[in-house]
Nanobody, 119 residues
Framework: QVQVVESGGGLVQSGGSLRLSCAGS????????TGWYRQAPGKQRELVAR???????NYADFVKGRGTISSDNDKNIVYLQMNRLKPEDTTVYYC?????????????WGQGTQVTVTS
């Protein structure tokens, strides 16, 4: 089992910045990608940004130019820096860690961290 721990959410004014962190590791677990997602009430969970252990990244259109995903592979931590935050960015952000546990492909989710942007 991989425990995924998120941190960095909080309350920020419109135009401000936050850095979210996601840590996840376990014995025999070899991660190959970590993604940040968000889900507003009544809506589907959507990708914000994703990074592979090789450094390949992809971003949702709504965060391009405002967000940067990066990783510290030695520490198994992935960061999502979000700038110029908007009130519509307010929601819960979740981290998903994908990888291999033995021969099985698995993924694990964190509990989520709340981001609230005030106007």
């Amino acid at each position: 089992q991989v425990q995924v721990v998120e941190s960095g959410g909080g309350l920020v004014q419109s135009g401000g910045s936050l850095r979210l962190s996601c840590a996840g590791s376990a014995r025999r677990f070899r991660p190959y990608a970590t993604g940040w997602y968000r889900q507003a009430p009544g809506k589907q969970r959507e990708l914000v940004a994703r990074i592979t252990t090789g450094g390949a990244t992809n971003y949702a259109d709504f965060v391009k130019g405002r967000g940067t995903i990066s990783s510290d592979n030695d520490k198994n931590i992935v960061y999502l820096q979000m700038n110029r935050l908007k009130p519509e960015d307010t929601t819960v952000y979740y981290c998903q860690v994908e990888g291999n546990m033995g021969d099985a492909m698995v993924d694990y989710w964190g509990q989520g961290t709340q981001v609230t942007v005030t106007s």
